[in-house]
């Protein structure tokens, strides 16, 4: 891959544990399982949903690649990608993206994070909610277990109970099921 300088103690901290992660003994090998594990789901959300002031701190180079691939893929129902696109994603964008995961896997509050990328609580039918779950049913994690780690629990919870298309449409609920949505909705 090319390289590009870069200052970012953080970014380069994150390579450092990937890194250490890549050669861990065997014995340890389902712990950075895991942490790539993590760190993909949580790519493929940041990927789809962070904006450039996700990314204080950054590298200029890096913030300026991402804001400018948001603008080219932002539409009027959210970022959109060709299979293709998303095969040849730039170096700095994918610099952005695991520099966002990284803060949600490794944060204090994981949850936390990840609703303030994307708007989790806002939207409990948000499209956010599909790009996780598409990322965590994808490769690489098609053929892994899906039993997600203790660090990201919380937040693919919130994959597993909310979302669009979960909850069958007014017509075919109840009068009282409708009231209530409506009610809890409020």
Same mark, same amino acid.
């Given at each position: 891959?090319?390289?590009?300088?870069?200052?970012?103690? $953080?970014?380069?901290?994150?390579?450092?544990?990937?890194?250490?992660?890549?050669?861990?003994?065997? $014995?340890?090998?389902?712990?950075?399982? &895991?942490?790539?594990? @993590?760190?993909? /789901?949580? #790519?493929?959300? #940041?990927?789809?949903?962070?904006?450039?002031?996700?990314? @204080?701190? +950054? @590298? /200029?180079?890096?913030?300026? /690649?991402?804001?400018?691939?948001?603008? /080219?893929? @932002?539409?009027?129902? &959210?970022?959109?990608?060709?299979? +293709?696109?998303?095969?040849?994603?730039?170096? !700095?964008?994918?610099? #952005?993206? *695991?520099?966002? +995961?990284?803060? *949600?896997?490794?944060?204090?509050?994981? !949850?936390?994070?990840?609703?303030?990328?994307?708007?989790?609580?806002?939207?409990?039918?948000?499209?956010? *909610?599909?790009?996780?779950?598409?990322?965590?049913?994808?490769?690489?994690?098609?053929?892994?277990?899906?039993?997600?780690?203790?660090? *990201?629990?919380?937040?693919?919870?919130?994959?597993?109970?909310? &979302?669009?298309? !979960?909850?069958?449409?007014?017509?075919?609920?109840?009068?009282? #099921? +409708?009231?209530?949505?409506?009610?809890?909705?409020?």
């Amino acid at each position: 891959m090319p390289t590009v300088p870069v200052q970012d103690n $953080e970014l380069l901290a994150l390579q450092q544990r990937l890194w250490d992660a890549l050669h861990a003994p065997a $014995e340890q090998r389902p712990e950075p399982f &895991g942490l790539f594990q @993590d760190l993909w /789901a949580m #790519a493929c959300l #940041a990927l789809f949903t962070a904006h450039p002031e996700h990314l @204080d701190g +950054a @590298d /200029a180079v890096v913030r300026e /690649a991402f804001a400018d691939y948001c603008r /080219a893929h @932002d539409g009027t129902a &959210g970022r959109r990608f060709t299979s +293709a696109e998303l095969r040849g994603l730039p170096v !700095l964008v994918h610099a #952005a993206v *695991i520099r966002t +995961a990284a803060r *949600i896997v490794f944060g204090e509050d994981p !949850l936390a994070a990840a609703d303030a990328v994307a708007g989790l609580s806002r939207d409990p039918h948000s499209t956010a *909610i599909v790009a996780l779950r598409r990322a965590w049913h994808s490769s690489p994690l098609r053929f892994a277990t899906r039993e997600n780690t203790a660090r *990201i629990e919380t937040v693919m919870d919130v994959a597993k109970y909310s &979302g669009p298309g !979960l909850a069958p449409s007014l017509k075919r609920r109840s009068p009282t #099921a +409708a009231s209530a949505t409506v009610l809890c909705e409020r």
